[in-house]
């Protein structure tokens, strides 16, 4: 008995499968993204608290050798995503402000780290250096989490595990 050969999948198994396969791959690409880099984001205002708009803000890592520069809306805010994780400086410039910079600015994975800029009218070539300090509650996610030193994950008793110590 001969079976008819059907050269073709129905059209609903054909959309399924594409359907299914966007969905791995988005939810792949946010997952990954999400658990091994920080941002930083922020609002730059003047000494009035009315929003600086086209501010440059340089984000700079010496140990990472990483560089990255974007500019504030038109609300003074700004972000700078996907960084790896870190010790950053945060510099702003606008023409006819004095600069300001955030020093030691660290950042551990999935950290969305706030740091504002009220920047005041330049009289001369100021510079303003905020060093920075960690906060202790991110306002900015309802995620809870730690970052685990090395030694500490080492150092921890395995249930189970043959032990040298009998």
Do not use: H
């Amino acid at each position: 008995m001969d079976v008819p050969f059907r050269p073709f999948v129905p059209a609903r198994i054909l959309f399924q499968l594409l359907l299914l396969t966007i969905l791995l791959i988005v939810m792949g690409g946010t997952a990954a993204l999400a658990q091994t880099t920080a941002s930083i984001k922020g609002t730059v205002t003047d000494s009035s608290g009315s929003a600086v708009a086209g501010a440059k803000i340089i984000v700079k890592s010496q140990g990472l050798g990483i560089e990255r520069t974007t500019q504030s809306n038109s609300s003074g805010d700004y972000e700078v995503p996907a960084l790896p994780p870190g010790t950053y400086s945060v510099e702003v410039q606008m023409q006819g402000f004095s600069s300001e910079i955030a020093k030691s600015l660290t950042l551990q994975v999935s950290q969305n780290s706030v740091q504002n800029f009220g920047l005041k009218v330049a009289s001369s070539d100021t510079v303003v250096i905020v060093e920075s300090t960690q906060p202790i509650i991110d306002s900015t996610s309802i995620t809870v989490g730690q970052v685990i030193d090395k030694n500490v994950v080492q150092e921890i008793p395995l249930n189970g595990c043959w032990s040298q110590e009998r």
